[in-house]
């Protein structure tokens, strides 16, 4: 048995591999395969409205807020969110809580904008997370973007430790989506990248208060990146990307049969909770992200050599546990346990790193 620990695209849940692979095969009654069907056919009308329903059900997402699919990855909201939204101050308050923040807050940057960062940690390597200043004047800015979840360095907002602000809040939640409870009421606008807990890459999911674009004067705003023309067409103001949606909605199906976000949150608590017990009892290795922090979707850790690292990760390839290296900028390990990923993936991942370790 060989685990694919990618941070994204990471794994599916095998049922959904199974169904895909069928439905690759020309159907013997609409004589086409998935990728061949027209986004304006019946069958995938019931597809895409069957995904947004199957979503707000699982995140409880009220008719205050509209859902939308759309492409371009969680990057190009990098540039949508201010477009549509920091339209009066032109002023974006920003926690730079790692490299995905980084990356919004030089798009939007970019656009125009004033970047106002509230505090960093970025010379603490990100293991902890940037804390709301008390005299953050909410009204000076048009939102607040924070990463639930950085996914290169591993340290989390949970619902429980997310900054309180009086203001407008945006989330940036690519790579916690579905892995743990969040109140959609307490955000103004969610993203999320399809590649990670919700599917392939391809599409990008957007929730977003509606109230809160009505208020917005979008003059020079092109039409594709204007949220309104998404919503007013149910995601198909333009050829939406089908394949990427019908098996979103694949994997909405299983975690809904598997028991819901409830049900993946603590099977994800339990899975991080077995590898971070290891790691911290561990001589060898250390998990460095503050424990209030810990994320439960990408585990990071070092042995502290980072040459050391790179060749245990290459071990662990041969041993059939792939993708463990960290990501590029930071190096050591990342383990990504997102909501497909089976528990035993972490006890063959802790037997593999117990025998290295009694190895050196
Ligand atoms: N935000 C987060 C938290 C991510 O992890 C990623 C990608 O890994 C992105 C944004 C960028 O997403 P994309 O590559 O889909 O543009």
Known sequence: KTYNFSAGPGVMPEEVITQITQAFETNAHTHMSIIEISHRSKQFQTIITGAEKKLRELMHISDEYAVVFLQGGGSTQFEMIPLNFATKHHNIALLDSGNFAEKAAEAAKQLGNKVTILNST???????????????????????HIVTNNTIEGA?????????????LVADMSSNILAEPYNVSDFDAIFAGGQKNLGPAGVTVAIIKKSWLTEQDLTGVGPMMRYQNHIDKQSMYNTPPVFAIYALNLVLDWVIQQGGVTEMYRRNLEKAARLYAYLDQSEFYTAPVEVSA??????????????QDKVIAKQATEAGLFNLNGHRSVGGFRASLYNAQPMSAVDALIAFLQKVEQQA
């Open 122 to 144: 970025k010379d603490k390597h990100y293991q902890k997370l940037p804390l709301l200043p008390d005299n953050f004047d909410a009204t000076s800015a048009d939102y607040l």
């Open 156 to 168: 989390t907002f949970h619902q429980n430790n997310l900054p309180k602000t009086a203001g407008r």
């Open 294 to 307: 810990r994320s439960l979707t990408n585990i990071v850790f070092t042995t502290g050599d980072l040459e």
